[in-house]
DNA sequence: CAAATAACAGACCAACTGGTTTGTTCGTTT
DNA sequence: AAACGAACAAACCAGTTGGTCTGTTATTTG
């Protein structure tokens, strides 16, 4: 342990951090447990962050953007006719979702949820996140008319918002009633909508 | 204040704690800010209440289920055609909800998904309300089946569990975006939604 | 190679927090 | 009217928590 490493020092504290916050909240996220977990000491923590706070931001930018970038953004790309292919997405995502996410919901969400209203570092932060997220759906709207697959009176970007609440309203319920297989029944929900995006028939 | 008025003095402590544990969450919630709020002490708090956490039980029922039910439920009645009611529903409904809700969101949809994986306790009083909320919503769609208003073939549970699921996912989105006039786009997308519900044509 | 600095370890601390204890007063019962 | 329990007031407490401070060691720089 004397061999020393700092930049895998600062992501060990970014890892166990995104899991407590994921796990019990920002606010019950406790700097002491991290470190235990850590097998690290305060003096490390305050050497490379200037608060709980700023391990939070950092979670934020270094752990939860990357992980929904490539989780929910990147296979975005393989997407023709979101009608039908944006539900088969769901459905394959679902089947390689960790426990943890189960258990626990969406990681930006809940920071979201918690937070927003408390501290405007954190609203600010996440909002910029939704929104290249809203984004990233959108452009798959907006390649999606151009091949003809959905109307082209559809509003991508309220689309795009409105399907991202709506997965975390399920993710939501999901934590509640803790029952994964209603997984099912909400994306074939989710597909029942989308198919409203359809060029009127003639 | 000589004057004792034990049901007024616990119904005090409710009211504020609930206002409390809306504005910071149930862990962000202070036993101490309460009592100062309310002109209380310790004495009457533990009193009436064995603990934080009985306390915010009581909010659960005494408060937040009362509130759920005046707001949501109740205004079910009027309901007959939920294709064209409900949308027109959640517009009045949208134009009356006071500052408190645009900031900081659903108080049991909070509550849920802070508390929901930290406390059983927590967890399955959450999932009794929303079971009672999404039985609300069947209800109304079994009695728009007989009336001919949407297909037999509805699955009412289903698609009632997906609509609150729905509605918590967009007000969780207006607590980061903080622009409440968001709202008409998000039940318009609602509104698309529930057509889908309708009969087929012939 | 020496000096400066980055990267920690670990003891320490003040403020906070939920909860307890003791005592007092109001209201009701007998 | 005496007794008794419910309804508090208020001081007190122990454990926790984020954060600081000082010291030590590895690493880089001149």
Redesign the pocket.
């Known amino acids: 342990?004397?061999?020393?490493?700092?930049?895998?020092?600062?992501e060990r504290l970014l890892q166990t951090a995104f899991q407590e916050i994921h796990a019990h909240g920002f606010?019950?996220?406790?700097?002491?447990?991290?470190?235990r977990r850590s097998?690290?000491?305060?003096?490390?923590?305050?050497?490379?962050?200037?608060?709980?706070?700023?391990?939070a931001y950092a979670v934020l930018e270094e752990q939860i953007k990357p992980l929904l970038k490539s989780v929910w953004i990147e296979p975005l790309a393989d997407i023709n006719d979101p009608v039908r292919d944006l539900p088969k997405m769901l459905e394959s995502l679902g089947s390689r979702i960790p426990d943890s996410m189960h258990k626990h919901g969406c990681p930006l969400n809940n920071l979201a949820q918690e937070m927003a209203a408390q501290d405007d570092g954190f609203r600010q932060r996440i909002s910029v996140i939704f929104e290249s997220w809203i984004n990233a759906f959108a452009v798959v709207f907006e390649q999606a008319k151009k091949g003809g697959y959905i109307r082209n009176n559809v509003d991508s970007l309220a689309v795009s918002r409105f399907l991202i609440a709506l997965l975390e309203g399920c993710i939501g319920i999901f934590k509640v009633e803790q029952s994964p297989k209603q997984w099912a029944a909400c994306h074939s929900e989710i597909a029942v909508y989308l198919t409203t995006l359809r060029p009127v028939e003639n």
């Open positions: 342990m004397t061999a020393r490493n700092p930049q895998q020092t600062r606010q019950g996220m406790r700097v002491d447990e991290v470190l097998g690290l000491q305060k003096g490390a923590f305050y050497h490379h962050f200037g608060s709980k706070t700023e391990l």
